[in-house]
Every structure is written in structure tokens, then in C-alpha cells.
Antibody, heavy 116, light 107 residues
Framework: QVKLLQSGAALVKPGDSVKMSCKAS????????IHWVKQSHGKSLEWIGY????????NYNEKFKSKATLTVDKSSSTAYMEFSRLTSEDSAIYYC?????????WGQGTLVTVSS | DIQMTQSPASLSASLGETVTIECLAS??????LAWYQQKPGKSPQLLIY???SLNDGVPSRFSGSGSGTQYSLKINSLQSEDVSIYFC?????????FGGGTKLELK
């Protein structure tokens, strides 16, 4: 079955960057786009962007264009998101998600805490 | 961006009751709407897509309806395992956007 396994929680300082991973299994990695979603304050969800593992093409939410960088490593079926110049507003759970047209499959989430 | 407004923000209901959650889009999204369930401490899970199609494995007590800008999620015969936050999401235009969520609790 499809599984998305994300990297563990991170505690980072303001101004630093963080890179998190999402390892896919149970399907052909290049078949589905990988999306990234931010969940703040335990409730609201925001779409950050997606990467097409087949072509490497990306599409970002304008709000996160200067903040997030999405990459993939096809050899290990892993997607990555790097978040830069972190502030307290970036403290959140970050999910990877995939599926044919909808967010049908989700990772377990990576908790990022930004604190000095 | 298309704004998705959910109501109510929170809801308390008894076991066996029928509950309805509403989602209003800021423009016509032509049924490109999904509902997700997020249980405490877990990732969201897809319940319904294209407004009324039930995802595999989702109990038939869940149903979706609507068109244009107005959509709803109905849960018949509420069970204890339905305690969750429910989100709507539009996929008609980029960026995909989510409603603010409805927290469903047991009375």
C-alpha cells in the first residue's frame, strides 16, 4: 500500500533553514505528484507547492515562493522540502501528500519548532 | 485565491445523530471539492472527492453534496470514532485552498 514516511521533528533557530524528507513506497514514485501542506496552530491547512517526481517540475503557492524549495531524489523515491529564513510563524506541522487528483495519501507530518 | 468558508467552526452532537457541515466557496468551483477527516494527532484522510464520491474504505454514513459555490458533508448515525476535525478543499484553481475546519465533538 502507498506509504509516505516523513523525517522527524526539528528544533531550529530563527533565521536558520530546515530540510525535511518524505520517502514514498508502495507505488511507482514517478506516478504521483508530491504536494507539501502546512498546518499551523493545530487547525488551518495551507498548500505550499508540489513537485512532479517524473520531470522535476515545480509549482509554488505565491505565499511560499521565496521560502520553500522542493526537490526529489528518484533513486531513493524521496522528496525534500527546504524552508529558509525561518521565523516563529514557520512553527507548524508540515505534511507531504500525493494522489492522482486529490490529496489521497499523507505522510505522518514533520513538526518544526522555531525558537532561540 | 479562492476562499473556502466552513460552518460551523465547532459542533457538538450525540451518538446516533445526523450532522451536516457546510462549505462555501468564494466562486464557482464546479464540484472540484474534497472533504478530509483529521483525527486527533493524525494526518488528514480523504473522505470524499468531486463533491459526492466516497473514497475507498470510507463508511457509507458519510456523504457529500452540493454544486456551484455551496457544498455540504453529512454524517448519518454519528459514531464515537467520527470525533475529528473536518476540512473542505477546492481543487478547481491553483492554489488549492482549504476551509478553516470544523471541530466535531460528542455531546
Amino acid at each position: 500500500q502507498v506509504k509516505l514516511l516523513q523525517s522527524g521533528a526539528a528544533l531550529v533557530k530563527p533565521g536558520d533553514s530546515v530540510k525535511m524528507s518524505c520517502k514514498a513506497s508502495g507505488y511507482t514514485f514517478t506516478d504521483y505528484i508530491i504536494h507539501w501542506v502546512k498546518q499551523s496552530h493545530g487547525k488551518s491547512l495551507e498548500w505550499i507547492g508540489y513537485i512532479n517526481p517524473y520531470s522535476g517540475g515545480t509549482n509554488y503557492n505565491e505565499k511560499f515562493k521565496s521560502k520553500a524549495t522542493l526537490t526529489v531524489d528518484k533513486s531513493s523515491s524521496t522528496a525534500y522540502m527546504e524552508f529558509s529564513r525561518l521565523t516563529s510563524e514557520d512553527s507548524a506541522i508540515y505534511y507531504c501528500a500525493s494522489g492522482a487528483n486529490w490529496f489521497a495519501y499523507w505522510g505522518q507530518g514533520t513538526l518544526v519548532t522555531v525558537s532561540s | 485565491d479562492i476562499q473556502m468558508t466552513q460552518s460551523p467552526a465547532s459542533l457538538s452532537a450525540s451518538l446516533g445523530e445526523t450532522v451536516t457541515i457546510e462549505c462555501l466557496a468564494s466562486e464557482d468551483i464546479y464540484s472540484n471539492l474534497a472533504w478530509y477527516q483529521q483525527k486527533p494527532g493524525k494526518s488528514p484522510q480523504l473522505l470524499i472527492y468531486y463533491a459526492n464520491s466516497l473514497n475507498d474504505g470510507v463508511p457509507s454514513r458519510f456523504s457529500g453534496s452540493g454544486s456551484g459555490t455551496q457544498y455540504s458533508l453529512k454524517i448519518n448515525s454519528l459514531q464515537s470514532e467520527d470525533v475529528s476535525i473536518y476540512f473542505c478543499q477546492q481543487n478547481y484553481d491553483s492554489p488549492p485552498t482549504f476551509g478553516g475546519g470544523t471541530k466535531l465533538e460528542l455531546k
